[in-house]
């Protein structure tokens, strides 16, 4: 298989990276099949591994001379199997997104797009931080980004990411939601163009509360940070909170151009739901415009990577690519 440097610059004047995750799940399969559907159509530079994308590729009998790859000779081929969970493709994976720090540093990339990692295989290779996002966060000195969950249909900015359900009304506090709320109306301006964007916040509790009857942290925090934004911000229309089935009814119906949801599933069920292909994660608060595709590692079709979809990885792409335009143009 022949993984040569072969730029291909059409339609777009992005330099999108593209990291293969963990080499042991279905990133590299994503990648391959995503990329043949971009041919001669975007200026992609793929970091990862050649002998794990030439495996992948003959899974799946293709011929990929269709971009350019970083080789980062960092898999024992002895040791190797996909579907493995091991500390070695863990290691891997992270050695990726910090070969794509210093290239997007050095503005040799605009974008990033990456595919997934595990947790599991990251802790085992020695690292102790939640995942793509905290890495990314860590590494480039960024601790106000927000995971901004999107498909066809919603935009969903997340207030807390994974943490147990029992923790989440004590991490909701007056400060963070706040943080939220401003990174969002950022990232909706600069990267969606958005220049008075509607939001509605999502109430903790059933029927947002029933007036206290369910609970008071609609009452003593999530109200008075609406109010103080509706007063003080004039850029925005902030409304909530609002019980999560209606606001995300409403949001899908085109009332609202975000959801502020308040915890992972809150989220990641409606998104699914309504369109899983089409879904992407775009984390806000970082130096650079990074994109992932919505699955995970899936480690159980990485050995049959014909099963595997690219469509989260494709809309992954397409929409660093018009964030980054728009990153530009603001």
């Known amino acids: 298989m022949k993984l040569s440097s072969n730029p291909i610059l059409k339609s777009s004047i992005i330099k999108v990276g593209l990291t293969i995750g963990d080499p042991a799940g279905i990133g590299p399969a994503v990648t391959l099949k995503a990329l043949a559907l971009l041919k001669n159509k975007v200026k992609i530079t793929v970091i990862g591994n050649s002998f794990v994308l030439t495996q992948a590729a003959k899974l799946l009998k293709l011929q990929p001379d269709f ?3 970083i080789d980062v000779d960092n898999i024992a081929p002895r040791n190797f199997s996909f579907g493995k969970l091991s500390a070695q493709s863990g290691k891997a994976s992270l050695e990726y997104l910090d070969l794509a720090l210093k290239l997007l540093k050095t503005k040799e990339l605009d974008c990033l797009v990456t595919c997934p990692i595990s947790k599991e295989a990251i802790y085992l290779a020695g690292a102790k931080l939640g995942g793509h996002t905290e890495y990314l966060a860590w590494k480039t000195n960024s601790f106000d980004q927000v995971m901004m969950l999107i498909n066809k249909q919603l935009k969903f900015s997340l207030v807390t990411r994974h943490i ?3 923790d989440v009304s004590q991490k909701i506090t007056a400060q963070v939601l706040e943080k939220n709320i401003v990174n969002t109306l950022r990232g909706l301006n600069v990267y969606f163009g958005l220049k008075r964007p509607r939001i509605v916040v999502c109430a903790l509790n059933p029927h947002a509360s029933d007036n206290g009857l369910i609970g008071q942290e609609e009452a003593q925090v999530i109200c008075p ?5 509706n007063k003080n911000n004039g850029t925005a229309i902030i409304s909530g909170p609002l019980a999560a089935d209606l606001a995300i009814a409403q949001a899908a119906q085109g009332k609202f151009d975000c959801v502020i949801a308040l915890y992972h599933d809150q989220a990641l069920i409606p998104l699914k739901l309504t369109d899983f292909s089409s879904g992407v994660n775009l984390t806000l608060g970082l ?8 699955h995970g590692t899936a480690f159980d079709l ?13 809309a992954a792409i397409k929409l660093a690519i018009q964030c980054t335009l728009n990153q530009k143009k603001a």
């Open 225 to 229: 940070v609406v109010k103080r934004f």
């Open 287 to 294: 130096p650079f415009v990074r994109t992932s595709p919505l």
């Open 67 to 69: 971009f350019k790859l």
């Open 302 to 314: 990485a050995k049959k990577p014909n099963l595997a979809c690219p469509d989260s990885l494709l």
């Open 164 to 166: 147990p359900l029992k």
